[in-house]
């Protein structure tokens, strides 16, 4: 990829977590941030710890005044504000609409106000942080679950759409990170998460090898390759051995 040093970015829902350790390598390397997030302190503490501009807001929102906070450019665009909603199909209707705007609207939104200027240019890079329940699934969180999987299906047709113009798209899709959005998991993500989990700088890490490579999936937990192999291959092994934890996990809340 070459260096960011005096590239633009933009990461929303900065304030903590994923969105934070993002921020921090960019502005380590070299980058001009924004860091975004709809908790106004937050994404204020995260911007003067590295030297950035804090434009807090509704992500779907931040794109125009992002661009001139940074003198009227965005290089690279990463989508990582996120809602991490449980429950199954009867969550109340307005979590699920929640989980649409936040985890795919806000960023169909975002590519709508900055690929034009991308695709003038012939340049310019949108990372999605999607999350391992995405290319798979999550027990307890239909939510969650269901529109990470249409986060990854947008990144994957902007990739597919545009980088013959010059957009490179990833999709990060870790498993747990020790974020507030694991603790908040309760006892599904105990199970299936937080046996494996990593730190957010870990996530970092791999989106930069990955964009050393021009590599559309990130894969902080590079098992989730096998599984996701495993997924397409054989589904029904793949869906009996998941329904297996979702059977463990309901014996444990008895």
């Not at 985890?103 to 975002?110: E, F, G, Q, S």
Request: net charge negative; charged share 20%; proline share 4%.
């Amino acid at each position: 990829m070459g260096s960011v040093q005096n590239t633009t970015v933009v990461v929303t829902g900065a304030g903590g977590g994923i969105g934070a350790a993002l921020a921090r390598r960019f502005a380590a390397e070299g980058a001009r941030v924004v860091v975004n997030d709809l908790d106004a302190d937050k994404a204020r503490r995260t911007a003067e710890e590295i030297g950035a501009i804090a434009v807090p807001g509704d992500a779907s929102t931040v794109v125009g005044p992002a661009r001139e906070a940074l003198g009227g450019t965005i290089d690279v665009y990463c989508a990582n504000a996120g809602l991490g909603s449980g429950g199954s199909e009867a969550a109340d209707e307005d979590v699920w609409a929640a989980a649409w705007d936040v985890n795919v609207m806000a960023h169909v939104r975002a590519a709508k106000e900055l690929l034009p200027d991308w695709l003038e240019r012939g340049t310019g890079r949108f990372v999605s942080t999607v999350s391992a329940a995405g290319l798979l699934t999550m027990i307890g969180a239909a939510p969650y679950s269901v529109t990470k999987h249409g986060a990854l299906a947008f990144a994957e047709w902007l990739s597919l759409t545009y980088r013959h113009r010059g957009v490179k798209v990833h999709a990060i899709c870790p498993q747990g990170v020790r974020t507030d959005m694991l603790a908040a998991t309760g006892t599904a993500g105990d199970l299936v998460l937080r046996p494996t989990a990593i730190e957010p700088a870990a996530v970092a890490d791999a989106l930069f090898a990955a964009m050393a490579e021009d590599r559309f999936l990130v894969l902080p937990h590079p098992e989730v390759a096998d599984y996701y192999t495993a997924r397409a291959a054989t589904p029904d092994r793949w869906l009996t051995s998941m329904n297996h934890l979702q059977q463990k996990w309901e014996a444990n809340a008895e």
